[in-house]
């Protein structure tokens, strides 16, 4: 069973201050008994253990948590640390090729989708299509609770809305397209025009 938001958002708040610090390995509690892990990364990246965790769990050493598969790489506000929301278990030095699994994000014009820039960390940007920008993560730093949403939407099989919104826009058809009546269909999983 799923906490509820409003019982997430109390919780959260109760945890302990924090500092953001490179290469800490987090715990993400999904729900009472479910959690995944993470590694904070640099330039406020986060990157996500393709696992979940359920109950309390012994968790295996550092070395062994870095050794997971990532499924997701993403940039999160700097208080979802330092508040606590997202708790930090235990801490493995980073090593250049941790950072250089970092993958690029991108931006794109909105009224010309045409015009698109892909952002490496080590600070290259290169003007790209919109094509080029397929499978990597848009403009978004993410909050604690829209970044619980789409890690469980992902478990689950779903699409998650915040995850699609801010996918590279291919064509003037896709209802995203300059147009602020777009609405986040549930049953299709796909955005419309209203």
Partial sequence: M???????????????????KEGSIIKIELSESRLVLGRLLPGYHLCIYD????GVANFPS????????IFLYVRVFKDVITKGLFEIIGFYDLVQQDIDKI???????????????????????????????????GPVIWEAASLIDRIN??????KNAYEELF??????????????????????EKFCRE
């Fill in 153 to 158: 939407d992902r478990f689950a099989g779903k």
């Fill in 62 to 69: 550092n070395e062994a948590i870095i050794s997971y598969d």
């Fill in 103 to 137: 993958p690029p994000h991108f931006e794109q014009d909105m009224t010309d989708i045409e015009n698109c820039v892909i952002y490496y960390e080590d600070g290259r940007e290169i003007e790209a299509m919109p094509e080029e920008c397929i499978g990597l993560e």
């Fill in 167 to 188: 996918k590279v826009i291919l064509s003037k058809n896709d209802p995203r397209y300059l147009n602020p009546g777009v609405r986040w269909d549930f049953n299709k």
């Fill in 51 to 54: 696992g979940v965790f359920t």
């Fill in 2 to 20: 799923l906490l509820s938001m409003e019982n997430q958002d109390l919780n959260m708040e109760r945890r302990k201050r924090q500092k953001f």
